[in-house]
């Protein structure tokens, strides 16, 4: 699998400040533990520093940080 970007990694660090963020890029969102608010805050960060639209309703929870940020990069 291709390496993530070193800004999208310090941004998910920064986001998920406070929590383990070794590996975090492949984990799954479900392993996470994001309620609903959680997952929208995060989809509408990655909207403002990437300036891309993220369909909230196509993120699923057995979709990893790492697949996100693949569909998250073919948009821009």
């Known amino acids: 699998m291709s390496a993530a970007p070193p800004e999208f990694e310090r941004f998910v660090a920064k986001h998920f400040e406070g929590r383990q963020v070794d590996g975090i890029l492949d984990r799954r969102l479900r392993d996470l533990e994001l309620d609903s608010l959680d997952l929208l805050d995060f989809m509408l960060a990655i909207e403002r520093t990437y300036e ?20 998250v990069v073919s948009r821009r």
């Open 52 to 71: 891309v639209s993220v369909d909230v309703e196509s993120i699923e929870e057995g979709k990893t940080l790492r697949e996100i940020l693949q569909g």
